[in-house]
């Protein structure tokens, strides 16, 4: 389903009349302020990241961690209780407010840093990167969902491209600073506050935690937008449903039951995702330790060298996929999700060759241009969702692409560390490990993502003919 007939306008409100209106967009200062915010507080979740997959090492000798257990507190102890509420807490962002929905997302998520940074044991510790998922599900849907509302639609792809700064720079500096901040701390030693014993590179994640809180005290001055949703398109309860059907509704059975009608256009996409986040993400959080044991680098050494790497990669990548997507769209309907193919090619292909380079310096340069083409594909892949899901489940369906990635790539780290544990089984080894991985998951998402071209370019074409007889008929 389209997302509005036309551009300047969209449907009444939720309980509004039955005519259309014209959309009142807020002025371009308030948009622009709300979008400010959500970039920062994007940055400040993939700087913690960043920061953590630095800490790899330390953490796994620390806590005395085999490569399986560190590579499931990478991950996996993140996403479980997202599991639970990532789409429940999507469709409160369909229902209230969202600048206090991302407001306490941001507070939780600091909140749960900080007492990560306290964790005496594993334990702890997987309690708290638990909770960490439980705080952040809320972010990306709520984010995506008011810049969709902040932006009339032309504005849309380049609100989405600014919002990589986010990303570029939280993934960037987390490296350099990462680097640093561990290379400041390292002769610290166990510090004992309170009963507690905390090793030098947790005092790291406490400061980490106490940024988050002024990124949510920036989301209340946020003016919330009115949402551009049509009556005809609104998730209703069935009349007289059980309980268990409404909890189902709440929980995204509905736009469940959206993405399989449309499964020829949505499965590909989501399949290419899921393999290419795993990958992606796992290495990603083990390319530390991966540089650490196979070229003897210390923390500061890689943070010097990649951040200037990944820094102007992702420059480029953030311009280049602006241009593919312009110049595929003079010529096919698919320009975004063939954009996101291309760049899918270019990313299997360099990630394949990182580990096997022979000096860490080149297998950086490997990582840094793989990470240029996964940027130039990102946002022509979050506007191809945002095409072609219907409005009034937008926040929803956007939660289930998003959980595609979260979860599978949540789960790359610990693919990467169970076969680096108990296939390799040397952990001098742990370049064979992320070579396995990649030859097998990133050539079948590359194959995924070509063959969802076709599909989707036929979705384009039977929205654009149906929001033609619209316009026509208003």
Known sequence: MAIAPSVGQAAPEAGAGAGAQAHSWPSSPAAYYGLTVIIIATFLSFFDATVFGMLAQRIKVDFGLG?????????????????????????????????????????????????????????????????????????????????????????????????????????????????????????????????????????????????????????????????????????????????????????????????HAQGRVYYPLFFALALSATESQGFGFWRVPFLVRTYGMDEAQIGAVLAPMLLVAQLVGLVLGGFMVSRFGRKYKDANVRTAAVCFTAVTILTIGAPLMPTGELSMACMAIATMFGLAGAPAQNAAVQRVAAQSMRGQITAFYLFMFTFFGAMGSLVIGTVAQRIVGDETQLWRAIFYTAIVLLPLATISMWRACKPYREEIERLEAAEAAAAKNS
Not at 75 to 88: E, K, L, Q, W
Not at 96 to 109: C, D, E, G
Not at 126 to 151: C, K, Q
Not at 178 to 195: H, K, S
Request: avoid cysteine.
């Open 67 to 259: 490569d399986e257990a560190l590579g499931f507190l990478g991950g996996p102890a993140s996403i479980i209780f997202y599991v639970f509420v990532g789409v429940p807490l999507a469709r409160l962002v369909d229902l209230y407010p969202r600048r206090y929905i991302l407001a306490i997302s941001a507070a939780v998520t600091g909140g749960v840093t900080m007492l990560s940074g306290l964790a005496q044991n594993f334990t702890q510790f997987i309690a708290a990167r638990m909770l960490l998922g439980a705080g952040g599900a809320a972010h990306a849907p709520g984010s995506y969902s008011l810049i969709a509302d902040m932006f009339p639609p032309k504005k849309i792809p380049i609100s989405f491209a600014l919002l990589q700064f986010g990303f570029i720079g939280g993934t960037t500096l987390g490296v350099f600073f990462g680097g640093l901040m561990i290379a400041a701390t390292a002769d610290w030693g166990i510090t004992e506050v309170m009963g507690l014993r905390i090793h030098s590179w947790q005092w790291i994640l406490v400061g980490l935690g106490l940024l988050s809180f002024p990124a949510a005290l920036l989301f209340l001055f946020i003016k919330e937008p009115p949402r551009r949703v049509a009556p005809a398109d609104q998730v209703h309860v069935p009349e007289q449903a059980s309980f268990l059907r409404r909890v189902a509704t709440f929980m995204g059975f509905d736009a469940l039951k959206a993405i």
